[in-house]
T-cell receptor, first 116, second 112 residues
Framework: NAGVTQTPKFQVLKTGQSMTLQCAQD?????MYWYRQDPGMGLRLIYY???????DKGEVPNGYNVSRLNKREFSLRLESAAPSQTSVYFC???????????????FGSGTQLSVL | GDSVTQMEGPVTLSEEAFLTINCTYT??????LFWYVQYPGEGLQLLLK?????DKGSNKGFEATYRKETTSFHLEKGSVQVSDSAVYFC???????????FGSGTKLNVKP
């Protein structure tokens, strides 16, 4: 029962470096999400993918790109990291909307990213 | 736009005290409402949910009632335990949209 798996768990970058956060789910979910968590601001949606082959911007997409590689995997890329991107990043997934019964987000354990 | 506002923390209580964490929402449609809990070093996990007005969600002694007239979904527990120490997030999802909106989180500290 792996659920949602994120890698890496910790990362330190220098300003201007690039990196990709990986996320995979084994629950056959259609929808996947990337959130960032900052103190006092809760979770903010960066990007989401309603289904394989589609991606949409969330509340705070600037400085990020995403790829929905297949149904299982949804990666988040920082092309040129900035100190303002220091945060904890969470990947999540949910089932296709077939009504309200199965509405639920499943979260990974997070990636703690520091940009110096 | 859609949003969730919840009370700021931290909230510090003694074991067996009564807990209320306030949550209000703004939504353009007919949202489902959720409470998620985050234990230290972990991701969020669903605590309870309610999908329509006057529904009560409950789990592990926690309860919340969907109040459309006051646009609220306050979390309550009659007797907290040290193991309830965590960060609690109120969230909403508007039907037919695949986006979940979260509040800023409320940290609960329960002392023995």
């Amino acid at each position: 029962n792996a659920g949602v798996t994120q890698t890496p768990k910790f990362q330190v970058l220098k300003t201007g470096q690039s990196m990709t956060l990986q996320c995979a789910q084994d629950m056959n979910h259609n929808s996947m999400y990337w959130y960032r968590q900052d103190p006092g601001m809760g979770l903010r949606l960066i990007y989401y993918s309603a289904s394989e082959g589609t991606t949409d911007k969330g509340e705070v997409p600037n400085g990020y790109n995403v790829s929905r590689l297949n149904k299982r995997e949804f990666s988040l890329r920082l092309e040129s990291a900035a100190p303002s991107q220091t945060s904890v990043y969470f990947c999540a997934s949910s089932e296709r909307d077939r009504g309200r019964t199965n509405e639920k987000l499943f979260f990974g354990s997070g990636t703690q990213l520091s940009v110096l | 736009g859609d949003s969730v506002t919840q009370m700021e923390g931290p909230v510090t209580l003694s074991e067996e005290a009564f807990l209320t964490i306030n949550c209000t929402y703004t939504a353009t449609g007919y949202p489902s409402l959720f409470w998620y809990v985050q234990y230290p070093g972990e991701g969020l996990q669903l605590l309870l949910k309610a999908t329509k007005a006057d529904d009560k969600g409950s789990n592990k002694g926690f309860e919340a009632t969907y109040r459309k007239e006051t646009t609220s979904f306050h979390l309550e527990k009659g007797s907290v335990q040290v193991s309830d120490s965590a960060v609690y997030f109120c969230a909403l999802r508007v039907y037919n949209f695949n986006k979940f909106y979260f509040g800023s989180g409320t940290k609960l500290n329960v002392k023995p």
